[in-house]
């Protein structure tokens, strides 16, 4: 995002928090464009948006997060108000989640079809591409475990990104396979692990009792080569998933290869969070500038987050991207084109008509305020990057004509009122 350094330097503690980003009007036009796609394309698929706090209850996180990872253990906006522990929110699933039971969602027809926008907060070392304060748009369903759940989520997941603009798409995709499957997977990759935990990097040592799971995608180059080294190989090319899981993923695989969607199967692919099974996948887009990989979206299935706060039994299914992440790999939006830039010393007198070619015609027009005379005002004019400087003086409203100026070309010509809309509408 472009980020203008201050005209005047500002004292550091009156300056935005670290990790934290503003945007301005020139900035939010990418961002209001990709807000107006997620809305039509989730609304084109039957998805209602859901509003959620942006502050919870500690608890909800602990449990909806899990106690095990990076999120809970590192990375929360903890703060004591009253006797209640509250915590910004780190991510949208866990609020989505307690809001489907707490509004009764789970008597809806199933699925129910939700997604989310908005910010969320995590204390992390602010660098390229991780912010404290960052953006997702999340899309959760709910009731279903069948592989055309798991198929719609995805093809909704690649078809947003590219509605949004994203090339270069790469979908990988893993199967994580039943609770107990996990655990006896979990199982193998310790004892593997075991005989070389001293090489890997502190936290994976803490990992490896906590949630080994997450040593497998863990960014420490040393972790990485032991990782993709030959002693992981015969663990990762087995499966651990249970038969019928199997069957289960491989139609979700067929679906995808049916409607010419490719993919590749990751093994080492886990994500974060404790609460999946099944399905996880991650969406990443070749960065126009640099060609390197960028990790835009993640998700997967969480068939027992639900229950475990303290809903209906209900399988669900979801995926996340982060806003910031994304527009960072667009190319810089048109910005917002002035139409007509109105030259006058009476605005009052235009009012009406200049409302008209607003609401009636859609048109963008600025009016001179400043009260200064004609000839600054069409600097203005031409400062503002207007097409037309319309000029509305004495003599143009005894007329009922007014004088067009073409800013680009400097050409003038009078034009009767009634006609000055559709003038403007004209194409240059
Ligand atoms: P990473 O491995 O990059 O830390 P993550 O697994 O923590 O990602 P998720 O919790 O799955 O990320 O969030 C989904 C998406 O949200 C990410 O793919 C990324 O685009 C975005 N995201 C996550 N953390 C940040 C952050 N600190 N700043 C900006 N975007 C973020
Ligand atoms: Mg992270």
């Known amino acids: 995002m472009r980020q203008s350094s201050p005209a005047k330097p500002v004292r550091e503690s009156l300056q935005r928090p670290k990790g934290t980003q503003d ?74 989640v307690r809001a489907f039971i707490e509004n009764g ?32 748009v999340g899309v959760e369903q709910f009731g279903l475990d069948t592989p055309a759940s798991d198929f719609e989520l995805l093809t909704i997941a690649m078809v947003l990104l590219q509605q949004l603009g994203l090339t270069g798409l790469t979908l990988q995709l893993n199967n994580l396979g039943t609770a107990s499957d996990r655990e006896s997977f979990k199982h193998e990759l310790k004892a593997t692990l075991r005989p070389v935990l001293a090489d890997f990097c502190p936290t994976c040592q803490t990992r ?8 497998l995608d863990c960014k420490v ?9 030959p002693l992981l190989a015969d663990l990762l090319a087995a499966e651990y998933a249970s038969p019928e899981s199997q069957a289960h993923f491989q139609q979700v695989c067929d679906m995808l290869s049916q409607v010419g969607i490719t993919y590749t199967r990751n093994r080492q692919l886990v994500r974060g969070l404790d609460y999946y099974s099944g399905l996880v996948f991650e969406i990443a887009a070749t960065d126009g500038q640099l060609g390197a990989q960028n990790v835009v979206c993640g998700g ?100 009922q004509t007014l004088a067009l100026k073409a800013m680009q070309t400097g050409q003038q010509q009078m034009v009767p009122l009634a006609e000055v809309p559709l003038r403007l509408l004209a194409v240059d």
């Open 221 to 229: 180059p040393t972790c990485q080569t032991i990782v993709k080294s």
């Open 208 to 215: 490896f009792e906590s949630n080994p799971l997450r040593i």
């Open 300 to 399: 997967g299935r969480y068939n027992s987050l639900v229950e475990q706060l303290g809903g209906p039994q209900t399988p669900a299914v979801g995926f996340a991207f982060g806003v910031e992440r994304l527009l960072s790999l667009l190319p810089a939006p048109t910005p917002v084109v002035v139409d007509a830039y109105v030259v006058t010393d009476n605005p009052a007198r235009w009012h009406t008509a200049i409302e008209n070619w607003r609401h009636v015609h859609g048109l963008t027009v600025v009016v001179d305020i400043s009260g200064k005379g004609f000839g600054k005002q069409l600097q203005a004019a031409d400062k503002c990057g207007a097409r037309y400087a319309v000029i509305a003086g004495d003599a143009e409203w005894d007329s």
């Open 105 to 136: 969602l789970s008597r809806l027809a199933k699925p129910v079809r939700l997604y989310y926008t908005g910010p969320m907060f995590r204390y992390e070392r602010p660098q390229a591409g991780r912010l404290r304060q960052f953006h997702q």
């Open 23 to 96: 945007a301005t009007p020139a900035d939010v036009i990418a961002w209001q464009q990709l807000e107006s796609t997620v809305h039509r394309v989730m609304r084109a698929s039957g998805y209602g948006e859901i509003r959620t706090p942006i502050l919870e209850h500690t608890e909800l996180f602990l449990r909806g997060v899990g106690e095990t990872t990076d999120i809970v253990n590192k990375e929360m906006y903890t703060f004591e108000k009253g006797d209640r522990s509250l915590t910004l929110r780190p991510e949208g699933t866990a609020g989505v």
